[in-house]
């Protein structure tokens, strides 16, 4: 801008005479003060553009945390002891000896969640008649029943332990 002004003070020097020079200050002051005007005028614009960036910049940051919040529910995984020194209940009239043991999750899911449930450990003895089973049920939001169980009356089972995974329904 500065350099404009300069070229223009010029040319109007040279093709006026003494007593227009008044004239070309005036012309200059006008100038000068609408480049100033020019200057408050886009410094107004930037402040305006930097508000908005950082209002961008909020937005954005609150709509990743409510995606990270609103639908997507935790997988939760346990590692249990289901039986030890063979405490399963006496055999029912089908000869099914069963212990259970009740699992909660961290926190309840909206919906009742998929469970997987597996065994991690069986500790049975030669001697044994070799017969276990590993099963879930009555899967709730906030829990679910692990059932371990033989169909053998003969089966001892020293220790039986359990992994299990829990993972939202909508999966
Ligand atoms: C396990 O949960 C069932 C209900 O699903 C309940 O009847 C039972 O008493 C619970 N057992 C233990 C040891 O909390
Ligand atoms: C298992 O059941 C059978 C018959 O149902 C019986 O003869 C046997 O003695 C039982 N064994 C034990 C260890 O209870």
């Not at 300069?6 to 012309?27: H, I, M, Q, S």
Request: glycine letters at 2%.
């Amino acid at each position: 801008m500065e350099r404009i002004i300069l070229v223009l003070v010029l040319c109007c020097l040279e093709f006026t005479n003494a007593g227009k020079v008044l004239w070309v200050k005036d012309v200059i002051a006008d100038i000068e003060m609408a480049v100033v005007a020019e200057q408050i005028a886009m410094n107004a614009m930037c402040n305006m553009i930097e508000k908005n960036e950082e209002n961008i910049r909020e937005l954005t940051d609150k709509i990743d945390n409510l995606k990270a919040h609103a639908h997507v529910e935790p997988s939760y995984t346990g590692h249990v002891v289901c039986v030890e020194e063979n405490d399963l209940s006496k055999p029912d009239s089908d000869g099914k000896r069963t212990k259970m043991v009740n699992i909660s999750f961290d926190k309840a899911y909206s919906a009742p969640p998929k469970v997987l449930a597996s065994l991690h450990r069986l500790e049975i003895p030669k001697i044994s008649h070799y017969s276990f089973e590993v099963s879930v049920k009555t899967i709730t939001k906030e829990g679910f029943t692990i059932v371990c169980a033989t169909r053998s009356n003969e089966t001892i089972v020293e220790l039986a332990s359990v992994s299990w995974l829990s993972i939202p329904s909508a999966y």
